[in-house]
């Protein structure tokens, strides 16, 4: 089974939880926007899920983060098959600095031209009403469960 593992990052403004996701880059994904955000995430290689987690959020974010920072929220077969592992964070970045790596793709396919996109090509501070309407729907389990650990935890209403 293959497995991922990223980062959900969060802060809290005016009593609000806002998440910080990642728009997904490539020629499928432009112009669609209710669907295509997702947590900056990715395929473990031969490294502990933790690693992958700091590597992929850095990769497709630019920002660093610290690895003891996370703190481990969960993980779930997504509708993929995949196993995605999900730790936390709470930084608040300048998301309009985000950068992203880039892959290489033939476009427009069979053409024989292969062109150079951003693996995320934005990222963006939501709340989390508008982050379960934009982020992929298996991914939606993991903005449930940081608000329930995030309220029980403060234990203020959010």
């Known amino acids: 089974m293959k497995r991922s593992a990223g980062v959900l990052n969060y802060r809290i403004r005016e009593n609000q939880i806002e998440v910080l996701l990642c728009h997904m880059g490539g020629p499928y994904w432009s112009g669609i926007d209710a669907g295509a955000w997702s947590i900056p995430k990715g395929e473990m290689k031969e490294e502990k899920a933790i690693?992958?987690?700091?590597?992929?959020?850095?990769?497709e974010t630019g920002?660093?983060?610290s690895r003891e920072s996370l703190q481990f929220l969960g993980s779930r077969k997504q509708p993929s098959r995949k196993l995605?592992?999900?730790?936390?964070?709470?930084?608040?970045?300048?998301?309009?600095?985000?950068?992203?790596?880039?892959?290489?793709k033939e476009w427009p396919k069979g053409s024989g031209v292969y062109m150079e996109f951003p693996e995320m090509d934005k990222a963006e501070w939501m709340s989390l009403s508008e982050a379960k309407a934009k982020i992929l729907k298996?991914?939606?389990?993991?903005?449930m469960k940081l608000e329930q650990n995030l309220k029980s935890q403060l234990g203020i209403c959010l």
């Open 51 to 59: 690693d992958t987690a700091v590597r992929e959020f850095e990769e």
């Open 84 to 104: 995605v592992i999900v730790f936390t964070s709470s930084n608040d970045y300048d998301a309009s600095k985000s950068y992203s790596n880039t892959f290489k």
């Open 63 to 65: 920002f660093s983060i």
């Open 138 to 143: 298996g991914q939606v389990y993991f903005l």
